[in-house]
């Protein structure tokens, strides 16, 4: 008889720093496990082993391992592989070994890559990776559900989506969009995703980018009937406000060449006039999310913001600055193979490149941004 797989994922990549990355894993019974890793001259003999968790215990779970790596060294290439055992019979599983390279914040160079709302379709996740190149970070920026209204689906949807692994050659940043934190399940999500500093508000630098992800929350106000009190986002977007004001000022952010926000929910909108004041009883919701812009604009402006890449509306535009608004705002398109678009970053120290790509090939928007400093 043949056993059930043990293993329902690749070693999905996560949360990379210039010191290390996360990497969760999917398992369809009680197991413990590690990553085994080394530089790319170092044999598969000789690898090194990461099963300590903070608390001291070994990877372990029924649904989910996951590890941290820390103490490597930056803009280097690592081989990792997720070794995996069955806590009832010792049945043990190995990945391939899979290549994975840690941030570099003296890169000369840096590259991003941007999706989002895959909203689970699998024929557009298959378009997207196929047409995606690598990347020094992938931005996975929300929406990547419709809802966790089923627990079981939150593991498959994160791990391994459209059974492909998304990770290669692009670790994975998790933006968090609206839906994302909807459903009655939404609050097992932090088991699965992995974040920089533990938290879905964080910054990081690649190369001259320095870039900032921040939580936008949901699309409606947190006493919104359909929430049944589950959400608190505006204390959540409060606290990006008090954190933000302090890490535009961090070396690295204060000073780095181009200066880009990633967020679900477009901060500007072109028709913002008929979008305010919305009656949400009635099945409005927010394109654009008011509420942040509030709290989060001045220090955008302050650190200089170039550029605030979202998506929501399935809706690819691209928004010019303005004297009031001095940041470009480019949204991404939608969920189904015609109307999804992949956002690409490539910066050098003369310019950073962002263009918005359709799944024919075709670019939707493309706008350049010169260097700050
Ligand atoms: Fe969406």
Redesign the pocket.
């Known amino acids: 008889m043949d056993r059930t797989e043990l293993v329902m994922s690749p070693p999905v990549v996560m949360a990379p720093r210039p010191d290390g990355f996360e990497v969760v894993w999917a398992v369809s019974a009680r197991a413990r496990g590690w990553v085994e890793w080394r530089t790319a001259d170092e044999s598969p003999g000789r690898a090194h082993v990461a099963d300590c968790g903070p608390y001291g215990f070994v990877p372990q779970g029924s649904q989910v391992l996951r590890i941290r790596l820390d103490d490597l060294a930056p803009g280097r290439e690592y081989l990792i592989r997720t070794v995996t055992v069955a806590v009832t019979d010792e049945h043990q599983e190995v990945s391939d070994w899979k290549s994975v390279r840690t941030l570099d914040p003296s890169a000369t160079s840096a590259t991003f890559v941007a999706w989002n709302?895959t909203?689970q379709r699998d024929d557009t996740l298959r378009a997207l990776d196929e047409a995606s190149p690598g990347a020094d970070v992938w931005v996975w920026n929300g929406?990547v559900c419709n809802n966790w209204n089923d627990p079981d689906e939150i593991v498959p949807t994160i791990l391994n989506p459209a059974g492909r692994d998304l990770t290669a050659g692009r670790p994975m940043m998790f933006g968090w969009?609206n839906?994302d934190v909807r459903g009655p399940w939404a609050h097992r999500v932090p088991d699965v995703v992995a974040s920089p500093n533990g938290l879905p508000y964080h910054g990081f630098r690649i190369g001259p980018i320095a870039a900032i992800v921040l939580s936008t929350g949901e699309d409606k106000p947190d006493d919104h009937p359909s929430f049944a009190g589950r959400v608190s986002f505006a204390e959540l977007r409060r606290r990006q406000a008090v954190w933000l004001a302090e890490q535009i000022t961090r070396p690295g952010f204060v000073d780095a060449p181009y200066r880009v926000v990633f967020c679900h929910m477009p901060l500007r909108w072109s028709d913002e006039r008929v979008l305010t004041d919305l009656d949400y009883r009635t099945g409005k919701w927010d394109q654009y999310s008011r509420v942040s812009r509030e709290l989060w604009h001045d220090a955008l402006v302050t650190w200089g913001t170039q550029l605030v890449v979202s998506?929501?509306t399935?809706r690819c535009a691209l928004i010019e600055a303005e004297p009031d608004a001095p940041y470009v705002q480019l949204t991404g398109g939608g969920?189904t193979p015609d109307i999804a678009t992949w956002i690409e970053g490539r910066a050098d120290h003369q310019q950073l490149q962002v263009s918005a790509h359709r799944l024919d090939g075709t670019i939707a928007h493309q706008i350049e941004f010169e260097p700050l400093a």
């Open positions: 709302d909203h929406d969009g839906h998506g929501h399935h969920h």
